[in-house]
């Protein structure tokens, strides 16, 4: 990004720096596109009047046919599930010590974390704005604690910048803010900003730059008592004689750009990122059980659907055992919700218009690998006072997440070692399980060298190997919406669909639950106006 | 805009092409901000850009398997071995540039260089033999006009 040959002036620094906030102005505007957009969620739908004894048959019993389940069996429907796997949860998935988890290609492996320990591979935290998924944690009683996930103590690391050191993200955003408050106070000082901003507010900025930047009372800054209340001390504040501080020296502007790190420290801004987040206490596949629990007379498991059949009365669906295949079975009902991933659905047999067909076929499915490790001891506790939160880096792996529980307990500690998209999502995919688990190792030896001599065990899943979705979620682009989504959305027939991937909260449990409940308001709306 | 890039033996990342400015911002990739707000400095084992073989195992069998006979669970992996629709050449050029169905699209990753050197490796391996070669050429003029 920097043009390492001219040299820059402070104008052109500027510049650069309105182009980053474009960019991030460029997500907002994309996110506004719906990707981001606040969840519309006011409380469980209101299905009023009886729907007289209507069946439906709900195909998937991950958060969005659960969640579509017990709604419609509060008001008075006759529901059936339908479920692939052997449990329910679909992508809300968490591995503990003892699973077993087979693969596609039939690379098995055997978690062996220790008890208490766990990787969610899928959806690992929850905004304080989704409420849909809060709500039915409320209402089931799923205990809830913080996930963090800006920590000021983790790492931000550059294999290009401070030698390959991993730098404290309170340092990096610490210098940042006040060399860039420092800038912006100077250019205004010299009346280049006296066309933008009035006298009287240009005075106001002038307080505002000093506070948010932790400048001294000249606008510079140094190190000092100041900055170090930010950046944190060479020598903390202690007690006694030898307890005076020893004030810590911000990074020069030039390395701090040069080093792209800035990258990292605006993620927690995002208002998916936002404190507060949560999880669930135990693991994220809690709020799927919860779920289950509540319906789970009727969730019929190792079903793998064959066909989908419909009439203009109804729905019949052809199944197999998943494990043993056999001769189908069906099961039949007024109407039916299928919350299969477009990926598996655009390859079952079935009645649909030819506009909802395209539709499914029209979802490509993102690739995205994680990987949790099990370490003899929580080094990151214990040796560098990381308690939670993630670290970035612009290794392949991309993040270390550290757990966000158990704080301070002895014994073994799972992190996430890794998560990834794109092309290197695809590389680890390819691998077997075992590779993927020793090259993540390896790289984040280079953050925590006390990888190598810690490392205990590991499990690694590639999504586009996994057996009930064959991807992430769905990938939807501005040009696929405008085409397609409206048609995914239509009752078709006797047929609806939910999941993530009828939403615009893609890949976010929010989003199946929103697209469930919207799901099953229309069509208690369509059931009462026959 | 051509999306088109030139890439000269190693596959770029999604992050990089999207500081580039190369690619559009989509949902999905801004649902990952946690991956984008980081540059991969270091990105991939670097296949040569004529090195079908290793574009395969870096890539096609995450999905397609290590010996190409693809799998089934909810739904299934074509297997790309003894596959009589790679006769045509023109259609698994189409399929790895734009992608199928939940098959994402290689174009934005791979170059021409390295969609003909796959091509060609899968068309020549796995009980397929294909004698007529893909070229570069084949490749470009399969790619979509428009962006995406």
Known sequence: ?????????????????????????????????????????????????????????????????????????????????????????????????????????????????????????????????????????????????????????????????????????????????????????????????????????????????????????????KPGEISSTRRGFEKDPGGGLDGAPVPSKPVALSELLRSGLWRAIGIGHGYEFQTTLFQPVGGMDMIPQAMAREVKDVIRYNAKVTAIRQTGSGVTVSYVDARTGGTPQTASADWCLCTIPASVLSQIDKDVSPAMNAAINAIPYEASVKVGLQFKRRFWEQDESIYGGISYTDLPISVIGYPATNYGSTGKGVLLGAYCWGPYAYKLTAMSPEERVREVVGYGARIHPQYTAEFDTGVAVGWHRVPWTLGCFGHWTEETRAAHYKDLCAIDGRLLLAGEHVSYLPAWQEGAILSAMDAVTRLHQRVMAL | MKTRIALPGAMLTVASLLLAGLLPLTGAQAQNTDVQSAKPATALAKPTPDDGEAIYTSICQGCHMPDAKGAKGAGTYPALAANHNLETAGYPITVVLQGQKAMPSFGPYLSDEQVAAVVNYVRSHFSNSYTDKVTVADVKIARPAAPH
């Not at chain 1, 390959?164 to 993200?169: A, E, F, S, V």
């Open chain 1, 1 to 221: 990004m920097v043009e390492q040959s001219n040299p820059m002036s402070r104008r052109r620094l500027l510049s650069l720096i309105g182009m980053t906030a474009g960019t991030s102005v460029m997500y907002q505007a994309a996110t506004s596109l719906g990707f981001a957009a606040e969840s519309t969620y006011s409380g469980p739908p209101k299905l009023e009047g009886t729907p007289k004894g209507a069946s439906v048959l709900i195909l998937g019993a991950g958060v969005a046919g659960l969640s579509a389940a017990i709604e419609l069996r509060k008001a008075g429907y006759k529901v059936q599930i339908l479920e692939y796997r052997e449990k329910a949860g679909g992508r809300s998935w968490t591995l503990r010590g003892g699973d077993s988890y087979t693969e596609l290609g039939g690379f098995t492996q055997t978690v062996g974390f220790d008890a208490g320990n766990y990787i969610n591979p899928g959806p690992w935290r929850i905004p304080y704005h989704h409420y849909a998924v809060l709500d039915y944690c409320k209402r089931l009683g799923v205990a809830l604690e913080p996930f963090v996930q800006v920590n000021y103590n983790a790492f931000v690391h550059s294999t290009k910048a401070f030698g390959g050191t991993p730098q404290r993200y309170r340092t990096v955003e610490a210098d940042f803010h006040g060399q860039v408050a420092e800038l912006l106070a100077k250019a205004t000082n010299q009346g280049a900003l006296d066309q933008a901003v009035s006298k009287q507010d240009q005075e106001i900025l002038l307080e505002a730059l000093r506070d948010w930047g932790a400048l001294e009372q000249d606008l510079s800054f």
